[in-house]
Protein backbone atom coordinates (compact mmCIF):
# COMPACT_ATOMS: atom_id res chain seq x y z
CA UNK A 1 0.00 0.00 0.00
CA UNK A 2 1.31 3.77 -0.90
CA UNK A 3 0.32 6.82 1.22
CA UNK A 4 0.40 10.61 0.57
CA UNK A 5 -0.93 13.36 2.12
CA UNK A 6 -3.04 16.39 0.89
CA UNK A 7 -1.71 18.93 3.02
CA UNK A 8 -4.12 21.29 4.12
CA UNK A 9 -3.38 22.36 7.69
CA UNK A 10 -5.98 21.20 10.07
CA UNK A 11 -8.43 19.62 6.83
CA UNK A 12 -5.18 17.48 5.36
CA UNK A 13 -6.17 14.13 4.94
CA UNK A 14 -4.40 10.88 3.79
CA UNK A 15 -4.97 9.24 0.45
CA UNK A 16 -3.98 5.21 0.85
CA UNK A 17 -3.55 3.67 -2.46
CA UNK A 18 -3.55 -0.40 -2.82
CA UNK A 19 -4.89 -3.79 -4.00
CA UNK A 20 -7.64 -4.91 -1.92
CA UNK A 21 -7.85 -2.11 0.69
CA UNK A 22 -11.08 -1.38 0.78
CA UNK A 23 -11.45 -4.52 3.18
CA UNK A 24 -8.54 -3.09 5.43
CA UNK A 25 -11.37 -2.13 8.35
CA UNK A 26 -8.56 -0.04 10.39
CA UNK A 27 -8.32 2.59 7.25
CA UNK A 28 -12.03 3.36 7.76
CA UNK A 29 -11.64 3.69 11.63
CA UNK A 30 -9.13 5.99 11.51
CA UNK A 31 -11.67 8.25 9.45
CA UNK A 32 -14.76 7.32 10.74
CA UNK A 33 -16.28 9.97 13.32
CA UNK A 34 -18.55 8.66 15.92
CA UNK A 35 -21.33 5.35 15.86
CA UNK A 36 -23.23 6.24 12.51
CA UNK A 37 -22.42 5.17 8.73
CA UNK A 38 -24.12 5.79 5.31
CA UNK A 39 -22.21 4.26 2.70
CA UNK A 40 -23.87 6.21 -1.12
CA UNK A 41 -23.28 3.88 -3.51
CA UNK A 42 -24.92 3.15 -6.92
CA UNK A 43 -26.76 0.25 -8.64
CA UNK A 44 -24.10 -0.63 -10.75
CA UNK A 45 -21.79 -0.73 -7.81
CA UNK A 46 -24.21 -2.12 -5.11
CA UNK A 47 -23.94 -5.64 -6.08
CA UNK A 48 -20.14 -5.83 -6.23
CA UNK A 49 -19.10 -4.18 -3.31
CA UNK A 50 -21.57 -2.85 -1.09
CA UNK A 51 -22.54 -6.06 1.22
CA UNK A 52 -18.60 -6.92 1.91
CA UNK A 53 -18.46 -3.19 2.98
CA UNK A 54 -21.24 -3.31 5.33
CA UNK A 55 -20.83 -6.63 6.70
CA UNK A 56 -17.05 -5.13 7.49
CA UNK A 57 -18.47 -1.98 9.33
CA UNK A 58 -21.47 -3.85 10.62
CA UNK A 59 -19.99 -4.99 13.99
CA UNK A 60 -18.45 -1.41 14.94
CA UNK A 61 -21.26 1.12 13.80
CA UNK A 62 -24.51 1.57 12.81
CA UNK A 63 -24.50 1.30 8.98
CA UNK A 64 -26.83 2.66 6.48
CA UNK A 65 -26.51 2.58 2.82
CA UNK A 66 -28.29 4.71 -0.36
CA UNK A 67 -28.19 3.06 -3.65
CA UNK A 68 -28.24 5.92 -6.26
CA UNK A 69 -28.94 5.26 -10.11
CA UNK A 70 -26.07 5.03 -12.50
CA UNK A 71 -24.87 8.02 -14.46
CA UNK A 72 -24.16 11.29 -15.17
CA UNK A 73 -27.63 12.08 -16.70
CA UNK A 74 -28.70 11.50 -12.18
CA UNK A 75 -25.98 14.08 -10.89
CA UNK A 76 -29.27 15.88 -10.02
CA UNK A 77 -30.29 17.91 -7.11
CA UNK A 78 -33.61 15.67 -7.14
CA UNK A 79 -31.27 12.52 -6.89
CA UNK A 80 -29.12 14.26 -4.39
CA UNK A 81 -31.86 15.04 -2.35
CA UNK A 82 -32.74 11.23 -2.31
CA UNK A 83 -29.06 10.99 -0.27
CA UNK A 84 -30.46 13.48 2.61
CA UNK A 85 -33.68 12.20 2.94
CA UNK A 86 -31.84 8.72 3.64
CA UNK A 87 -30.02 10.29 6.12
CA UNK A 88 -33.18 11.88 7.73
CA UNK A 89 -35.13 8.87 7.76
CA UNK A 90 -32.51 6.99 9.43
CA UNK A 91 -31.77 9.42 12.26
CA UNK A 92 -28.25 10.39 11.20
CA UNK A 93 -26.79 13.12 13.95
CA UNK A 94 -23.89 15.49 13.47
CA UNK A 95 -21.16 12.48 13.94
CA UNK A 96 -22.49 10.50 11.07
CA UNK A 97 -19.91 9.70 8.31
CA UNK A 98 -20.89 9.57 4.85
CA UNK A 99 -19.14 7.22 2.67
CA UNK A 100 -18.67 7.65 -1.20
CA UNK A 101 -18.51 4.24 -2.57
CA UNK A 102 -17.81 4.08 -6.66
CA UNK A 103 -17.04 6.61 -9.00
CA UNK A 104 -17.10 10.28 -9.96
CA UNK A 105 -20.65 10.71 -9.63
CA UNK A 106 -21.53 9.31 -6.21
CA UNK A 107 -18.17 11.04 -5.08
CA UNK A 108 -19.10 14.31 -6.01
CA UNK A 109 -22.46 13.84 -4.86
CA UNK A 110 -22.01 11.76 -1.71
CA UNK A 111 -19.34 14.73 -0.61
CA UNK A 112 -22.37 17.51 -1.55
CA UNK A 113 -24.87 15.83 0.56
CA UNK A 114 -22.26 15.78 3.37
CA UNK A 115 -20.82 19.37 2.80
CA UNK A 116 -24.41 20.50 3.66
CA UNK A 117 -26.28 17.83 6.12
CA UNK A 118 -26.86 19.48 9.38
CA UNK A 119 -24.50 22.15 8.03
CA UNK A 120 -21.27 19.79 7.21
CA UNK A 121 -20.79 16.10 7.94
CA UNK A 122 -17.53 13.84 7.89
CA UNK A 123 -17.20 11.51 4.55
CA UNK A 124 -14.58 9.11 3.13
CA UNK A 125 -14.17 8.47 -0.49
CA UNK A 126 -13.58 4.70 -2.00
CA UNK A 127 -13.74 5.68 -5.54
CA UNK A 128 -14.10 2.70 -8.09
CA UNK A 129 -13.29 4.08 -11.03
CA UNK A 130 -10.25 5.31 -12.45
CA UNK A 131 -11.19 8.89 -13.05
CA UNK A 132 -12.57 9.03 -9.88
CA UNK A 133 -9.43 7.77 -7.92
CA UNK A 134 -7.08 9.73 -10.01
CA UNK A 135 -9.16 13.36 -9.81
CA UNK A 136 -12.40 13.64 -8.08
CA UNK A 137 -12.03 11.57 -4.87
CA UNK A 138 -9.09 14.13 -4.52
CA UNK A 139 -9.54 18.14 -3.70
CA UNK A 140 -12.69 18.47 -2.18
CA UNK A 141 -15.15 19.48 -5.08
CA UNK A 142 -18.45 18.19 -4.90
CA UNK A 143 -21.72 19.02 -6.35
CA UNK A 144 -24.67 18.14 -8.93
CA UNK A 145 -25.21 19.29 -12.25
CA UNK A 146 -27.51 21.89 -13.65
CA UNK A 147 -29.31 21.20 -16.81
CA UNK A 148 -27.47 24.84 -18.18
CA UNK A 149 -23.89 23.65 -17.18
CA UNK A 150 -22.15 21.08 -15.28
CA UNK A 151 -21.11 21.68 -11.71
CA UNK A 152 -22.22 24.76 -11.26
CA UNK A 153 -23.90 23.77 -7.98
CA UNK A 154 -21.61 22.42 -5.11
CA UNK A 155 -19.06 23.36 -2.37
CA UNK A 156 -15.64 22.75 -1.87
CA UNK A 157 -15.03 20.20 1.08
CA UNK A 158 -12.58 17.40 1.83
CA UNK A 159 -12.77 13.65 2.99
CA UNK A 160 -11.32 12.69 5.91
CA UNK A 161 -9.62 10.08 3.52
CA UNK A 162 -9.52 8.30 -0.15
CA UNK A 163 -9.11 4.89 -0.16
CA UNK A 164 -7.99 4.23 -3.70
CA UNK A 165 -8.69 0.20 -4.27
CA UNK A 166 -7.08 -1.07 -7.36
CA UNK A 167 -9.00 -4.00 -7.15
CA UNK A 168 -12.11 -2.04 -8.35
CA UNK A 169 -11.05 -1.19 -11.88
CA UNK A 170 -10.56 -4.81 -12.47
CA UNK A 171 -14.36 -4.37 -13.11
CA UNK A 172 -14.41 -1.47 -15.08
CA UNK A 173 -15.31 -1.13 -18.84
CA UNK A 174 -13.03 -0.53 -21.13
CA UNK A 175 -15.04 2.53 -22.24
CA UNK A 176 -14.62 4.14 -18.43
CA UNK A 177 -11.24 3.40 -18.37
CA UNK A 178 -10.37 4.56 -21.12
CA UNK A 179 -12.22 7.78 -19.51
CA UNK A 180 -10.10 7.32 -16.65
CA UNK A 181 -7.21 7.59 -18.31
CA UNK A 182 -7.80 11.22 -20.03
CA UNK A 183 -7.17 12.14 -16.59
CA UNK A 184 -3.98 10.59 -16.04
CA UNK A 185 -2.51 11.78 -19.47
CA UNK A 186 -3.82 15.54 -18.13
CA UNK A 187 -1.10 15.60 -15.13
CA UNK A 188 1.78 14.97 -18.28
CA UNK A 189 0.41 17.76 -20.09
CA UNK A 190 -0.40 20.34 -17.55
CA UNK A 191 2.96 19.45 -14.84
CA UNK A 192 4.97 16.64 -15.12
CA UNK A 193 6.53 16.21 -18.84
CA UNK A 194 8.95 13.58 -17.75
CA UNK A 195 5.30 11.51 -16.29
CA UNK A 196 4.32 12.13 -20.12
CA UNK A 197 7.13 10.30 -21.51
CA UNK A 198 6.33 7.38 -18.91
CA UNK A 199 2.81 6.95 -19.91
CA UNK A 200 3.95 7.29 -23.75
CA UNK A 201 5.95 3.93 -22.84
CA UNK A 202 3.97 2.34 -20.23
CA UNK A 203 0.45 3.02 -21.96
CA UNK A 204 0.03 -0.36 -23.20
CA UNK A 205 0.50 -1.79 -19.89
CA UNK A 206 -1.79 0.75 -18.79
CA UNK A 207 -4.80 -0.37 -20.75
CA UNK A 208 -4.15 -4.02 -19.62
CA UNK A 209 -4.52 -3.02 -16.21
CA UNK A 210 -0.60 -4.14 -14.82
CA UNK A 211 -1.45 -3.45 -11.26
CA UNK A 212 2.38 -2.07 -10.62
CA UNK A 213 2.27 0.11 -13.56
CA UNK A 214 -1.46 0.83 -12.79
CA UNK A 215 -0.54 1.65 -9.06
CA UNK A 216 2.29 4.19 -10.52
CA UNK A 217 0.14 6.19 -12.09
CA UNK A 218 -2.45 6.69 -9.44
CA UNK A 219 0.35 7.65 -6.78
CA UNK A 220 2.02 10.51 -9.61
CA UNK A 221 -1.53 11.53 -10.59
CA UNK A 222 -2.55 12.29 -7.11
CA UNK A 223 0.49 13.68 -5.79
CA UNK A 224 0.21 15.89 -8.90
CA UNK A 225 -3.04 17.05 -7.69
CA UNK A 226 -2.23 16.87 -4.26
CA UNK A 227 0.50 19.97 -4.52
CA UNK A 228 -1.72 21.62 -6.75
CA UNK A 229 -4.64 21.57 -4.16
CA UNK A 230 -2.26 22.18 -1.31
CA UNK A 231 -0.87 25.63 -3.32
CA UNK A 232 -4.62 27.01 -4.10
CA UNK A 233 -7.73 24.85 -2.07
CA UNK A 234 -10.44 26.82 -3.72
CA UNK A 235 -8.96 27.46 -7.53
CA UNK A 236 -8.78 30.92 -6.57
CA UNK A 237 -5.27 30.70 -9.10
CA UNK A 238 -3.29 28.08 -9.89
CA UNK A 239 -5.79 24.53 -9.25
CA UNK A 240 -7.52 25.85 -12.23
CA UNK A 241 -4.64 23.97 -14.65
CA UNK A 242 -6.02 21.25 -13.58
CA UNK A 243 -9.28 21.80 -15.82
CA UNK A 244 -7.25 21.04 -18.88
CA UNK A 245 -9.81 20.64 -21.77
CA UNK A 246 -12.49 20.84 -19.37
CA UNK A 247 -13.76 24.02 -20.58
CA UNK A 248 -14.05 22.74 -24.16
CA UNK A 249 -14.92 19.63 -22.55
CA UNK A 250 -17.89 20.92 -20.32
CA UNK A 251 -19.31 22.25 -23.52
CA UNK A 252 -19.41 18.99 -25.45
CA UNK A 253 -20.95 17.09 -22.16
CA UNK A 254 -23.56 20.20 -21.47
CA UNK A 255 -24.40 20.07 -25.27
CA UNK A 256 -24.46 16.19 -25.76
CA UNK A 257 -26.61 15.61 -23.23
CA UNK A 258 -25.14 13.96 -19.76
CA UNK A 259 -23.71 11.04 -20.11
CA UNK A 260 -23.82 10.36 -23.72
CA UNK A 261 -20.55 11.47 -23.88
CA UNK A 262 -18.31 10.57 -20.89
CA UNK A 263 -16.50 13.32 -18.72
CA UNK A 264 -12.97 11.67 -19.57
CA UNK A 265 -13.88 11.51 -23.55
CA UNK A 266 -15.16 15.11 -23.24
CA UNK A 267 -12.10 15.95 -21.48
CA UNK A 268 -9.91 14.56 -23.89
CA UNK A 269 -11.29 16.08 -26.97
CA UNK A 270 -11.28 19.59 -25.34
CA UNK A 271 -7.45 18.78 -24.24
CA UNK A 272 -6.64 17.99 -28.02
CA UNK A 273 -8.54 21.53 -28.42
CA UNK A 274 -6.80 23.16 -26.00
CA UNK A 275 -3.49 22.02 -27.47
CA UNK A 276 -4.11 22.68 -30.91
CA UNK A 277 -4.78 26.26 -29.74
CA UNK A 278 -1.73 26.42 -27.94
CA UNK A 279 0.09 25.16 -31.03
CA UNK A 280 -1.15 27.92 -32.96
CA UNK A 281 -0.54 30.34 -30.19
CA UNK A 282 3.56 29.57 -30.96
CA UNK A 283 3.99 27.82 -27.86
CA UNK A 284 3.75 23.97 -28.97
CA UNK A 285 5.83 22.67 -31.93
CA UNK A 286 3.53 20.00 -34.11
CA UNK A 287 5.93 17.29 -32.45
CA UNK A 288 4.08 17.85 -29.60
CA UNK A 289 0.77 18.16 -30.46
CA UNK A 290 1.10 14.85 -32.76
CA UNK A 291 2.54 13.13 -29.61
CA UNK A 292 -0.24 14.34 -27.39
CA UNK A 293 -2.94 13.43 -30.00
CA UNK A 294 -1.25 9.84 -30.37
CA UNK A 295 -1.42 9.42 -26.46
CA UNK A 296 -4.78 10.22 -26.43
CA UNK A 297 -5.57 7.61 -29.24
CA UNK A 298 -3.33 5.07 -27.34
CA UNK A 299 -5.76 5.19 -24.54
CA UNK A 300 -8.60 4.64 -26.76
CA UNK A 301 -10.15 7.92 -26.64
CA UNK A 302 -11.84 10.89 -29.07
CA UNK A 303 -9.39 13.60 -29.92
CA UNK A 304 -12.00 15.66 -31.73
CA UNK A 305 -15.40 16.91 -30.65
CA UNK A 306 -18.93 15.61 -32.09
CA UNK A 307 -19.81 16.49 -35.58
CA UNK A 308 -23.29 17.74 -34.68
CA UNK A 309 -21.96 20.91 -33.10
CA UNK A 310 -21.15 24.23 -33.88
CA UNK A 311 -18.79 27.23 -33.15
CA UNK A 312 -21.38 28.88 -31.93
CA UNK A 313 -22.88 26.53 -29.75
CA UNK A 314 -19.13 25.62 -28.52
CA UNK A 315 -18.78 29.51 -27.56
CA UNK A 316 -22.64 30.09 -26.25
CA UNK A 317 -22.03 26.85 -23.95
CA UNK A 318 -18.34 28.13 -22.73
CA UNK A 319 -19.68 31.38 -21.73
CA UNK A 320 -21.32 30.05 -18.85
CA UNK A 321 -18.03 28.06 -17.67
CA UNK A 322 -16.73 28.94 -13.88
CA UNK A 323 -13.71 30.00 -15.01
CA UNK A 324 -15.44 33.24 -16.80
CA UNK A 325 -14.10 36.06 -15.40
CA UNK A 326 -15.88 39.55 -15.29
CA UNK A 327 -17.48 38.26 -19.19
CA UNK A 328 -14.02 37.26 -20.23
CA UNK A 329 -13.64 33.68 -20.74
CA UNK A 330 -10.30 32.06 -19.27
CA UNK A 331 -8.54 28.99 -20.77
CA UNK A 332 -6.18 26.23 -19.91
CA UNK A 333 -3.48 26.09 -22.69
CA UNK A 334 0.09 25.04 -22.93
CA UNK A 335 3.14 27.14 -22.56
CA UNK A 336 4.95 24.25 -23.56
CA UNK A 337 4.46 20.29 -23.22
CA UNK A 338 4.63 20.01 -19.44
CA UNK A 339 3.39 23.91 -18.29
CA UNK A 340 0.34 25.22 -18.08
CA UNK A 341 -1.14 28.69 -17.92
CA UNK A 342 -4.49 29.83 -17.39
CA UNK A 343 -5.12 32.96 -19.87
CA UNK A 344 -8.13 34.94 -21.72
CA UNK A 345 -4.90 36.50 -23.65
CA UNK A 346 -5.67 34.70 -26.50
CA UNK A 347 -6.47 35.48 -30.45
CA UNK A 348 -9.86 35.05 -31.08
CA UNK A 349 -9.02 34.06 -35.06
CA UNK A 350 -7.03 31.39 -33.80
CA UNK A 351 -9.97 29.99 -31.24
CA UNK A 352 -12.42 30.18 -33.87
CA UNK A 353 -10.02 28.77 -36.13
CA UNK A 354 -8.99 25.42 -33.99
CA UNK A 355 -12.87 24.90 -33.39
CA UNK A 356 -14.30 25.62 -36.91
CA UNK A 357 -11.07 22.77 -38.22
CA UNK A 358 -11.88 20.41 -35.49
CA UNK A 359 -15.34 20.52 -36.18
CA UNK A 360 -14.89 19.66 -40.04
CA UNK A 361 -12.25 17.43 -39.16
CA UNK A 362 -15.31 15.43 -36.72
CA UNK A 363 -17.86 15.39 -39.79
CA UNK A 364 -15.36 14.17 -42.38
CA UNK A 365 -14.69 11.33 -39.71
CA UNK A 366 -18.70 10.92 -38.63
CA UNK A 367 -17.58 11.69 -35.07
CA UNK A 368 -20.85 11.42 -32.92
Same mark, same amino acid.
Given at each position: MRTLTVDLGDRSYPIFIGYGIRQQK? *????? &???????????????????????????? @?? %?? @???? *?????? #???LEIYGNILTALLEAKHNRTTTVIALGGGVVGDM????????????? #???????????? @?????? %????????? %????????????? &? &??????? $??????? $???????? %??? *?????? #? #??? *????????? $?? @???? &? $????YQSCLAKAKVVAQDEREGGIRAILNLGHTFGHAIETEMGYGNWLHGEAVAAGSVLAIDLSWRMGNLTEQDVSRSVALFQAAKLPVLPPQTMTLESFVERMALDKKVLDGSLRLVLLASLGDAIVTSDFPMEDFNDSLSDALEASKQAHIV
Open positions: A *LFDDA &IHGKQVMIVTNDTIAPLYLDAMVSMLSA @DY %KV @DTCV *LPDGEV #FKTAGFAAATYQRGVP #FIQVPTTLLSQV @DSSVGG %KTGVNHPLG %KNMIGAFYQPQAV &I &IDTETLL $SLPQREL $SAGMAEVI %KYG *LICDAP #F #FDW *LEQEMPALM $SL @DNDK &I $SDAI
